[in-house]
């Protein structure tokens, strides 16, 4: 079977796994059949298991049987799903690949999202982190002169429809935007990255990717008006997101972290929507930007 064939079958499974929770093998071979899964042929225990196998190792998504409810299957570790784990993502992605391959006929139907330049890169950085090389990138800034520069790969972000690098340069850590990288080769140098060192930590006090050591950590309260707070509940700011109040028309969210532009452009966004309610110096960064703005509209 063509590896392809076998990723949308897996994910097929998990995907009806999640529509309705627990599922005999009987009663999930019927869907598998008529939905045409496999070209209408049913779907075997032995086939069974070794897609349970390949979307354990592939996705960390665990499909166990429980024998004291009819032997029925489901997921049991549901929490993958809420996180941005590297597994909930491909998970995802590859959902919507699934669906929009069998779905060709409706491709002027369908609109997405532009992605930035530079994904041809993201197979030799990957290489060089798994490796253990530094690279040698050409990277050019907007409105800069182009520059080499050779760092030691850390880690890649995808923000805002744009792939990001974070490396060390050998005194502090830097990130670089991969459409702004005009040729990237891995070297013969090696470095080792500290065993207590954890990307995800090193962005966790922060909202995008601009971090700042001299932006002090924050309580944030910000009031959401009218369906705004719905947009935040559903997809939260920030992972220390809370929901604290709730009035007629507004609810008010707590967040820490260190306030730097790519949150304040973010607050932005919302425009009328969103108050910084705390702290004042934030609350007034905010107003100095809607003031900006103002005067540029204004000449």
Known sequence: MKPARIFQQC???????????????????????????????????STFNRHRDAIADMYGVVI???????????????????????????????????VL????SLKDHILLERVTDGEEYLQPIMRAIRTGKRI????????????????????????????????????????????????VSIT??????????????????????????????????????DFTPNYLRSLPLHDSQREIAQGDYYSDFSLDLRPTDDFIKQLLSHASG??????ESLRKRVEQEIDAMKDRYRH
């Open 11 to 45: 994910i097929w499974l998990v995907n009806a796994f999640r529509r309705c929770g627990r599922l005999t093998l009987e009663e999930l071979n019927e869907q598998w059949v008529s939905e045409g899964v496999a070209d209408g042929n049913p779907l075997s225990r």
């Open 136 to 183: 040698l990138m050409t990277y050019q800034r907007f409105q800069s002169e182009s520059y080499e520069k050779v760092v030691s790969p850390y880690a890649l972000k995808l923000f805002h429809c744009r792939w990001y690098l974070l490396s060390f340069t050998g005194r502090h850590y830097a990130t670089y935007a991969l459409d702004r990288m005009l040729s």
């Open 274 to 279: 969103v108050e910084v309610l705390e702290p």
């Open 64 to 98: 166990d049987c429980d024998a004291h409810d009819n032997y029925r299957y489901y997921i049991v570790n549901q929490s993958v799903f809420d996180d941005g784990s590297l597994e909930r993502w491909t998970l995802s992605t590859l959902t919507v690949g699934s």
């Open 188 to 225: 013969s140098e090696s470095f080792k990255m500290p065993d207590d060192f954890s990307p995800e930590d090193y962005f966790a006090e922060y909202f995008g990717m601009l971090t700042d050591e001299n932006t002090p950590m924050a309580h944030v309260v910000i009031r959401a008006y």
């Open 101 to 104: 391959s069998d779905s060709a």
